[in-house]
């Protein structure tokens, strides 16, 4: 390509506002998150109301800090990439919003972007020969997708969570054995220091009727019928091995269903993606899995695995080279699905 393209991305789906410059879809010039974590942890989950009115405070401060450490000016930007679903439809419109009058002030091309398909092009940013076709595993506190990466901007998810997301299972067991918010990092964290995944057999689900699909919500009733049995037997509760024994049935249902997919439908090449893969021991497990059956691993860091603008303005980059342009029309779409304009 002669020209280089740059892309500034807006990510503000849930309670993180972040904004990116990217060039050429992989080269992160800035990556700029503002978390509202503390915020939410006083609730002990994410308040929408909340998460929108501070996005609104930080969003031009989070834009400036990407373009500044960038290096690059606003006029130099090819397009502007914004998420605009799925996520809190308040936190949606506020990235919408700023992006459409950027986009309006400037003349600069504007592309929405789902969020998921942000999440799977983290990968590109990282493994800069990576191409479609391959699997990726969605895991985050919203969704638990097996998706078959057709081509850029093309997907059909073979397997979905009927109840649950994985990263919504972390944080109901985290807040039950007393971790607090968010519990996927806390759980994570914990576990790596001590804790016994054997202590306790918590149920690894099967749906009948599709081999790829997921449920966590046995397993989350199961930890809680396991506390409440404790409790009333007045048994002391190891939260260690808890949190162990939860995890490690998180991370065996997700590897075994994943790379059943891989091997049923052949491909070489395997990714995750989203907040949960972040996860120390399901990055361990799937790694191991994959060289024992000599399928390539894709992972991005962790920082780009949880919400952040840098996947936005990968995916954008595809959806720009492609030739796809939103008008001022654009909306928030809370439920947005895959592969859907
Ligand atoms: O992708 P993400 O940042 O936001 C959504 O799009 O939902 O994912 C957030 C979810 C939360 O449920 C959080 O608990 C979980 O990802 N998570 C983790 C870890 N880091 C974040 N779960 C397990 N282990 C982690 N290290
Ligand atoms: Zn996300």
């Not at 949606?92 to 998921?116: D, M, R, W």
């Not at 449920?215 to 506390?227: D, P």
């Not at 303005?313 to 947005?336: C, F, H, Q, T």
């Amino acid at each position: 390509m002669d020209k280089d393209i740059l892309i500034l991305a807006i990510e503000s789906s849930c309670d993180e506002t972040a904004a990116a410059v990217v060039k050429n879809g992989s080269e992160v010039c800035s990556n700029i998150i503002s978390s509202q974590i503390d915020l939410h942890t006083l609730y002990g989950g994410v308040v929408p109301e909340i998460a929108s009115r501070k996005h609104i405070e930080k969003i031009n401060q989070v834009i400036e800090e990407a373009l500044r450490v960038s290096g690059y000016e606003l006029t130099q930007m090819d397009a502007i990439a914004v998420t605009y679903g799925p996520g809190l439809v308040g936190p949606l419109l506020v990235g919408v919003s700023e992006a459409k009058a950027i986009s309006f002030a400037t003349g600069i091309p504007l592309i929405g972007v789902h969020h998921i398909e942000g999440h799977i092009s983290a990968n590109y940013i990282e493994n800069k020969d990576l191409e479609p076709p391959f699997i990726c595993l969605v895991v985050s506190g919203g969704h638990s997708h097996l998706v078959v990466v057709k081509d850029y901007g093309e997907y059909e998810i073979i397997g979905r969570t009927r109840d649950d997301a994985a990263g919504e299972a972390f944080d109901k067991v985290a807040r039950a054995i007393g971790l607090g918010y968010p519990g996927g990092p806390k759980i994570d964290k914990l576990v790596a220091k001590e804790g016994n995944p054997d202590a306790i057999r918590f149920p690894r689900a099967k749906v009948e009727e599709n081999a790829y699909d997921f449920s966590f919500s046995g397993l989350k009733s199961a930890v809680l019928n396991y506390l409440n049995g404790c409790r009333m037997k007045e048994q002391e509760i190891c939260v260690a091995d808890v949190a162990a024994s939860f995890q490690q049935a998180v991370v065996d249902v997700l590897v075994d269903h994943a790379m059943h997919a891989v091997k049923q439908y052949d491909y070489k090449t395997f990714a995750i993606a989203g907040g949960v893969a972040s996860n120390s021991a399901l990055r361990k497990a799937f790694a191991e899995r994959c060289k024992a059956e000599g399928i390539r691993f894709c992972h991005p860091s962790p920082i780009l695995c949880t919400d952040n603008a840098a996947m936005i303005g990968a995916a954008g980059y595809y959806e720009y080279i492609k030739g796809v342009r939103s008008d001022m029309d654009l909306n928030a779409v809370p439920n947005l699905r895959l592969g859907e304009r």
